[in-house]
Every structure is written in structure tokens, then in C-alpha cells.
């Protein structure tokens, strides 16, 4: 009976973050960045991994996961070869991670479990400010509840999704190098 119970319950997970980005094609031009990261979210908590322990099986982030989101995020800005990253710098760039949540279904057969995630980038540049919002919400139906790899795995396809979006974007880039052009 031990046994049995034990297979039900699922333990906490913190979750860290492995991203290897392609390096961001920007406009033609060299810009000096400083680059920042901001946590908005109240609460590193992400969610429950489910089941009938759900209150026990919190699922959170680990205390450098906004830190190897921003470093992806300047590794692909400095790949490209025309940017450098130095504190202080003329173009001010704040990485904000909005939210991250992981929801699974109180009951069900086959668990559809919903993985999502908003960062925004604000860009402070010769006394102008804008502000590039990018997110990804990705349902995967499992016949079990992820394990941990899978869990992690998980997360880095939902933040590769994300950062990807923002290292794309022409009007973000556009306007980054828009002072050295």
C-alpha cells in the first residue's frame, strides 16, 4: 500500500533554464548596449506538478533562471557581431520576465498541461522609450504527468520560443541600432 501511495505523490522540482540562442540579425551598424534583467513576477512559483498531492509538488524556478535568460539573450546580441554589451551604455535594454506559469487539470484521463511565458523588452534610447512584448502558451496532452527531464525540457522549448521571438523582431532591432546608423 506504502508503494502504491508513494507512486502517486510527485515531488517539488525547481526548474533552471538551458538556452543556446542563434545570434540576432540586426541592421548594419555597431551599438554599445547595457543589458538588463527584471523579474515582474510576485512569486517564483510556476505551478503544481498536478496529481492528488498537487499543494506538495510546487513547482518553481531556480535562483539563476532570469539570469541565463538574459545571458542568452546578450550571447545572441553580441554573436551577431554588431553589438557590445557594456554597463552604462548609450542604448538601455531591460529584459522583464512578465510571467511564467505551468497549469495542469485538477482530474482528467490524458493531462493537458499548459506551459506559458511573457517577457517584455524596453528599450531606452536618446530620450525615447519603447517597450516590445513577446509570449508563448504551448498545450502538450501527456499520457502521465512530466517527469523532471521532462518538465525542464518543457520549459527550454517555451523560453527558446519566447526569446526567439524578441532576438526576430525587425522593430525591436530596428530601433536598438537606429543611434548608429
Excluded at 66 to 95: E, K, M
Excluded at 118 to 141: E, F, G, N, P
Amino acid at each position: 500500500m506504502a508503494l502504491l501511495l508513494a507512486g502517486c505523490a510527485q515531488s517539488p522540482q525547481q526548474l533552471s533554464l538551458t538556452l543556446t540562442e542563434a545570434p540576432a540579425q540586426l541592421p548594419p551598424g555597431v551599438a554599445i548596449i547595457d543589458v538588463k534583467a527584471v523579474d515582474a513576477r510576485s512569486s517564483n512559483n510556476v505551478g503544481s506538478r498536478g496529481g492528488v498531492y498537487a499543494e506538495s509538488s510546487v513547482i518553481t524556478t531556480a535562483p539563476l533562471f532570469l539570469q541565463t535568460l538574459v545571458d542568452a539573450y546578450r550571447q545572441a546580441l553580441q554573436s551577431s557581431g554588431q553589438a557590445t554589451i557594456q554597463d552604462g551604455a548609450p542604448v538601455a535594454i531591460t529584459l522583464i520576465l512578465e510571467s511564467f506559469s505551468i497549469s495542469t487539470p485538477k482530474r482528467s484521463v490524458l493531462p493537458e498541461i499548459v506551459y506559458s511565458a511573457k517577457i517584455s523588452v524596453k528599450v531606452i534610447k536618446a530620450q525615447q522609450t519603447r517597450l516590445y512584448r513577446y509570449s508563448a502558451d504551448q498545450k502538450h496532452t501527456l499520457a502521465t504527468l512530466p517527469s523532471d527531464v521532462k518538465n525542464q525540457a518543457l520549459t527550454n522549448e517555451l523560453f527558446s520560443v519566447v526569446l526567439s521571438q524578441a532576438i526576430a523582431d525587425d522593430a525591436l532591432n530596428n530601433f536598438m541600432m537606429s543611434a548608429v546608423n
